[in-house]
């Protein structure tokens, strides 16, 4: 019960409003273009390990595991829903550079931050312990 708790508001809501906050202050603002894969891996990177010492510190059965352990690691892992109304940019073509360069910076944070949390979380649950 414990690992559910902790995992709805430690990753659900606390890690997901960082996230946010990270990815509206840092990412789809005037940071280099070049810094933000690096950032969005960092991040996925974090919320892996975040997951992978509370799953060994609890043990949860299975399904609490991949539910509340991974599926809401993969939920935090991916730092800007809402940010853009994907709604609005995605149903027409960006015809502003500008527009296009925020579509590839929000589409770059939640590919690249996810596809960070997904390796590092298999290494660690095949391979090994977190880093420190």
């Known amino acids: 019960m414990l690992f559910v708790v902790i995992s709805l508001v430690g990753f659900v809501i606390v890690a997901r409003r960082l996230g946010w906050s990270l990815s509206k202050d840092l990412l789809a603002s005037a940071f280099p273009l070049i810094l933000v894969p690096i950032l969005s891996v960092i991040w996925g ?17 299975a399904i609490i595991k991949w ?44 590919t690249v931050s996810f596809i960070g949390y997904g390796v590092v979380s298999i290494y660690l649950s095949y391979w090994g312990q977190p880093f420190f």
């Open 45 to 61: 990177c974090l919320i892996t390990v975040a997951v992978r010492v509370l799953i060994d510190w609890q043990e949860p059965n």
């Open 67 to 110: 539910v509340f352990g991974f599926g809401a690691g993969a939920y935090a892992a991916i730092p800007n829903y809402g940010l853009l109304s994907t709604n609005l940019v995605r149903i027409t073509v960006p015809q502003n550079p500008h527009e296009r360069l925020l579509l590839l910076r929000d589409s770059m944070i939640e």
